[in-house]
T-cell receptor, first 115, second 114 residues
């Protein structure tokens, strides 16, 4: 099966600019996650979708970050305006909604550098 | 709230030697536990997972992990390390009550000496 697709792979922007990342999950996976991985740290959940509804966005900096999954399939994460501390790898993951399966599959990520 | 601690930031091991990576978690109920590996520039690959049952879990690439409830630990082991095992390893805890989200530890970087 095809994996989780993310684009772009790399992005360099200046602070205060805006940027958007795209994720296409594995077909049939109802749950989609965006994680932020700062260099030298483990991934941290930003937002979790179940179909097109938000399950958890408690750690999403809502003053600058937004995410949507309008049709319950692919998703977009946006940062506006970007800060230097947003430099990180943004990982998208998807899974079936069955906890015993826990078919969590991660994409390769988008590496963002804010200068 | 759930949390994960990986006490070792870096570990250097000789090729062919055994490897053990430590992971301690904090969660009130029975957690789901995972080990992921991340090679440079790559995404996260699942090595193994524990949900219930046998506390010794076998994974891919010759890795295994043991769940010890009394110690709140889920240590990863490999009897004989290959140079290709050089990577960063992340322990993670999840729980259905927490919406299946994963909480990751800070990672352990493994260097393999020839």
């Amino acid at each position: 099966e095809a994996g989780v697709a993310q684009s772009p792979r790399y992005k360099i922007i200046e602070k205060r600019q805006s940027v958007a990342f795209w994720c296409n999950p594995i077909s049939g996976h109802a749950t989609l996650y965006w994680y932020q991985q700062i260099l030298g740290q483990g991934p941290k959940l930003l937002i979790q979708f179940q179909n097109n509804g938000v399950v958890d966005d408690s750690q999403l900096p809502k003053d600058r970050f937004s995410a949507e999954r309008l049709k319950g399939v692919d998703s977009t994460l946006k940062i506006q305006p970007a800060k230097l501390e947003d430099s990180a790898v943004y990982l998208c993951a998807s899974s079936l909604a069955l906890p015993t399966n826990y078919g969590y599959t991660f994409g390769s990520g988008t590496r963002l550098t804010v200068v | 709230a759930q949390s994960v601690t990986q006490p070792d930031i870096h570990i250097t091991v000789s090729e062919g030697a055994s490897l053990e990576l430590r992971c301690n978690y904090s969660y009130g109920a029975t957690p789901y536990l995972f080990w992921y590996v991340q090679s440079p520039g790559q995404g996260l690959q699942l090595l193994l997972k524990y949900f219930s049952g046998d506390t010794l879990v076998q994974g891919i690439k010759g890795f295994e992990a043991e769940f010890k409830r009394s110690q709140s630990s889920f240590n990863l082991r490999k009897p004989s390390v290959h140079w290709s095992d050089a990577a960063e390893y992340f322990c993670a805890v999840g729980a259905r009550a927490a919406g299946n989200k994963l909480t990751f530890g800070g990672g352990t970087r493994v260097l393999v000496k020839p």
